[in-house]
């Protein structure tokens, strides 16, 4: 296990792709770029959930989520001669608009492959940004296929969503922030999805304090993490179905072994679950969240959740909350159907 001080990393010794160093890094390198977000508290939801949680809001970054923190660390990690041809990734959201946002920060062009159903609230993000946007089917084979193609005509550096140490330590940056604004936590529930803002909460976190609990919190209808976790290998599902769309990509090769050896649970919710989260966001800490972002309250509320050990054991909770970008149209309409 690592030591308080960070020193003696579990990630070195298991040949993660990131590790404590690598998130020190990318704090400094992102630092101008990014929002230190605040962390908010609410003794009315303290008491429905009967702990203490410490919301870090991530619905305040720029760009609205967590994202730029790796987009930006990727970006800017590479030198002048990498991205004089721009840079190019595959998202159906906010890693989009967050790419295209550290690009035009950077001052190079952003290549945004984008699936056909993507929320439009997302989409406007990344025109906002200047991003070049290129449609592809729904798919991630049909995304992968037209960013490798991009990747071919234009030159540009691929920038991916999940599965690259820059991305996964740029994410990690959120654990760091938060474990300095309430240094007391013992647990961190976590929206896991593709895996890249887990593994780097996880291995920031343990390494900063290794009796630290890191719960996921994932949706029921896109639940391959908790069957990957409970078979011990990658599952990948033929469909997901879930309001949470930002929750809808699978684990990946570098990002698998730390959710499999550091992530201590995986709590599966419903997206009614996921939609009352997201009122009492809006209605409690009058926060517009996604559902994403809203999925670790949902979780911290579940009876999964208060019927498990790991409840016994935490007393003071950080919950990610990982974005805010949503269409107001269909938040309500959300709500008014659940």
Same mark, same amino acid.
């Given at each position: 296990m690592g030591s308080k001080d960070g020193t003696g990393d579990i990630s070195e010794a298991q040949g993660y792709a990131a590790d404590i160093d690598s998130i020190r890094e990318a704090q400094a390198r992102i630092a101008p770029y990014v929002h230190r977000t605040p962390v908010m508290s609410s003794t009315s939801i303290d008491a429905m959930v009967g702990k203490k949680l410490f919301f870090k809001c991530e619905c305040f970054q720029k760009a609205g989520a967590f994202k730029i923190r790796g987009a930006s660390n990727s970006i800017f990690a590479l030198d002048d001669e990498q991205v004089s041809k721009g840079v190019v990734t595959h998202s159906s959201g906010n890693h989009a608009a !967050?790419?295209?946002? !550290?690009?035009k920060l950077r001052g190079i062009p952003a290549h945004i492959v984008i699936p056909r159903n993507a929320p439009a609230s997302k989409v406007e993000n990344v025109k906002c940004y $200047?991003?070049? @946007? @290129?449609?592809? =089917?729904?798919?991630i084979e049909s995304?992968?296929?037209v960013s490798k193609r991009v990747q071919e005509e234009t030159g540009a550096v691929l920038i991916h969503p999940i599965n690259s140490k820059y991305t996964i330590s740029g994410q990690g940056t959120v654990s760091l922030e938060l474990l300095e604004q309430v240094p007391e936590i =013992?647990? @961190?529930i976590v929206p896991i999805s593709g895996g890249g803002l887990i593994s780097g909460v996880a291995l920031a976190a343990k390494a900063i304090n290794p009796s630290i609990r890191i719960l996921a919190a994932e949706p029921k209808g896109a639940d391959d993490s908790a069957q990957s976790k409970a078979a011990g290998k990658i599952i990948t599902l033929p469909s997901t179905n879930t309001i949470a769309d $930002?929750?809808?990509?699978?684990?990946g090769d570098l990002t698998w072994p730390v959710v499999r050896d550091l992530v201590d649970d995986v709590i599966v919710v419903d997206d009614t679950a996921i939609v009352d989260a997201m009122k009492m966001c809006y209605e409690i800490l009058k926060v517009a969240v996604e559902p994403s972002g809203a999925i670790g309250l949902a979780a911290a509320l579940s009876d999964e959740f208060k019927q498990s050990s790991a409840w016994h054991e935490s007393s003071k909770i950080g919950i990610i909350v990982s974005g805010g970008n949503v269409d107001l149209g269909t938040l309500w309409q959300s709500m008014y159907k659940h």
């Open positions: !967050a790419v295209a946002l !550290a690009a $200047g991003g070049h @946007i @290129i449609w592809s =089917d729904a798919s995304r992968e296929y =013992d647990t @961190i $930002g929750l809808r990509a699978f684990l």
